[in-house]
């Protein structure tokens, strides 16, 4: 059984920064392709940044590129986020994901297990 637990999130002010973790049991981690997702208050959950198995391929959505950067340790099962210039908008809870394929997608559907959250909220 796959298991993914982040950790990291908090309470801090715009302009702050922080590093979110995932870390994966259950499953090679190496040949899943990973993924943050975010769901702001009173809206649907959204794709935030996704990378391949390798680590070599990376994608950002448009409104954390330039801020955001995903990347991952293979050798340590993890995942992170480092979220840099953090805006009252990035206020959310953020999932992990693994999906079931090796390649980088923003799909939801693609992606087969979920972490269960860590709460981000950034105050102006």
């Known amino acids: 059984q796959v298991q993914l637990v982040e950790s990291g999130g908090g309470s801090v002010q715009a302009g702050d920064s922080l590093r979110l973790s995932c870390v994966a049991s259950g499953r090679t981690f190496s040949n899943h392709g990973m993924a943050w997702f975010r769901q702001p208050p009173g809206k649907e959950r959204e794709f935030v940044a996704a990378i391949g198995w390798s680590g070599d391929s990376t994608y950002l959505a448009d409104s954390v590129r330039g801020r955001f950067t995903i990347s991952r340790a293979n050798a340590l099962n993890a995942v992170y986020l480092r979220m840099d210039n953090l805006k009252p908008e990035d206020t959310a809870v953020y999932y992990c994901?693994?999906?079931?394929?090796?390649?980088?997608?923003?799909?939801?559907?693609?992606?087969?297990?979920w972490g269960q959250g860590t709460q981000v909220t950034v105050s102006s």
């Open positions: 994901a693994m999906s079931g394929t090796p390649n980088y997608t923003d799909r939801p559907g693609d992606f087969d297990s």
